[in-house]
């Protein structure tokens, strides 16, 4: 902080993938002087070739750190598959594809935390040595994973159910597997607790926040933080990107913006939807929730930075 | 076998890294039919980022997959960087250079070791993926590591004076850790005893064949069996490659091939040397060991099959 100029805002922000990454970019930008803390989750990490792999996480750091593919939506800009080729000659699996830099992430956690090392050290060194602008907190130090009960009765991991079979079975029941037993990871509970706004991110509610949100205290933690704001991953109907629409629908929530800020309203008082659904907002004021109306698509960084701004508005700082 | 063709000699090849490959592709050049089992040298593995290396094991399969760099003379041909730099940049260690396509090798390897199979079990399942003309034996299962004492008093893996000091060190002491109470792999002492000709590879005697014959059984293995050639690896009084002068030196041996002969003249009657040292054959004989001279500068392929030619008349096969 400057001598004699105030600190700016403390934001926490629960987090998912690549749509919380590209918000918080833009919220970087609106307001570089905000101390923000994200909570990012764990719930989707998976153990690949030996390797302990925090998709959320990583997509968070990759994309904070400038160093995204923003144009393919996940890992590393100027990647290369050299690995991914040999271990696929080799017969290994190749349908979790992991890039050649992106393994150096990888190589260095998962020898991190077979030494004992938990999770949210690796994390905060891993955040330090990128530079990250952000204090990044894994969700949890435990094992906690989402998992799909499909159709066919088979209970697949969350990316057997994403990435192998890209989102095909029909849903029949997600869960958190661990949750239950798991606790927030050193921080959490403080920084929700100590925020002048928490912000959920357009994340996907039942993928990406719901495991967050699932962890002993941190629901109660976010409905009693001086402000929560809610930030719409649904846009007329349909997701910005991902199963949004079939998880929603697999868990009772109705896949629309309402149905989103219905499924938040006892935590978030204050709902940020897009402008073309600007029909919903009047349902949205009769659940109590404050509906604020803005562009939500962040087609490019100038988008995220405006979209951050009304999330701020809404937030109060 | 094909019907009604006698089968090949059966060949057990004791074996370090760059030269015993090199030796090894002209012996499969030079005799298609022979059954030849490789017994590797792994008191030169190491773990690095977590992982499982075995140069050794490695530098063999690759040669003989014909996936060798054979100009660096190490690693794979069409070798990538990227997971290194990126290691580099999170602040990891860089001294022992793992390329991308290598890196596949060392995860599966080292997944598999994780579950508990046996690195002998999981070599055998390399080198078939791998389509390797030979059965390549790691020497043990269990570990043991080449290690040197230093004029400085320090105690350093063999791999960090080798590549990461650059053998600059003085050597005081070589020992290899963990070699008393290791057994050899399943199969090493059967394929020693029940071969044709064993053969020695023009390899460092210190740092590759030393761990070998030093496991408890070896030796005497080789002893006893049916006839024993060493090729040496000193030529006109200096190592073809690496280190071997200073390490016989620290152990006592005369850095010749006449000291390496008379360093190996308990199990192997034969010696193939270099014709540059045609002067010292009269001394090997009096050693009772009998000299074969030819070149043994591994150029090329031709130049290797050439050497294998040699070494099989000296092996009376």
Redesign the interface.
């Given at each position: 902080m400057e001598r004699g100029r105030p600190p700016g805002p403390r934001l926490t922000v629960l987090a998912g993938g690549v749509g919380a990454a590209r918000f918080l970019r833009g919220l970087v930008a609106a307001r570089p002087d905000a101390e923000i803390t994200v909570v990012g989750n764990t719930a989707d990490d998976i153990e690949v070739?030996?390797?302990h792999i925090s998709p959320d996480l990583d997509t968070v750091m990759y994309t904070l750190a400038g160093r995204a593919d923003l144009e393919r939506g996940w890992g590393?800009a100027g990647?290369?598959w050299?690995?991914?080729?040999?271990?696929e000659?080799?017969?290994?699996p190749g349908w979790f594809q992991l890039?050649?830099?992106?393994?150096?992430?990888h190589?260095?956690r998962?020898?991190r935390l077979?030494r004992g090392v938990p999770l949210s050290r690796v994390t905060a060194e891993?955040a330090e040595?990128?530079r990250l602008p952000v204090r990044l907190l894994p969700m949890t130090d435990q094992r906690v994973t989402t998992r799909i009960r499909t159709g066919d009765h088979r209970d697949l991991h969350i990316q057997e159910y994403f990435v192998r079979e890209r989102c095909e079975p029909e849903i029949a029941q997600v869960h958190y597997a661990g949750v239950e037993r798991a606790r927030p990871g050193p921080g959490v509970l403080h920084a929700i607790e100590g925020a002048d706004a928490v912000i959920l991110a357009p994340s996907n509610p039942v993928m990406s926040l719901g495991p967050i949100l699932a962890l002993p205290g941190v629901r109660p933690a976010v409905r009693s933080a001086a402000r929560a704001v809610a930030v719409t991953p649904i846009v007329a109907g349909a997701a910005i990107k991902g199963p949004a629409v079939a998880m929603l629908r697999a868990v009772g929530w109705e896949p629309t913006a309402e149905g989103v800020a219905a499924g938040y309203q006892d935590c978030a008082t204050q709902f940020v939807l897009d402008e073309r659904d600007r029909r919903l907002a009047p349902a949205i004021t009769a659940l109590g929730v404050q509906p604020w109306l803005t562009d939500t698509l962040m087609v490019d960084l100038p988008a995220a930075r405006r979209l951050a701004e009304t999330v701020l508005e809404a937030a109060g700082v």
């Open positions: 070739w030996g390797l590393l990647e290369t050299s690995a991914l080729c040999a271990m000659q080799l017969g290994g890039g050649d830099q992106d393994l150096a992430t190589l260095w998962t020898e077979r891993l040595r990128l």
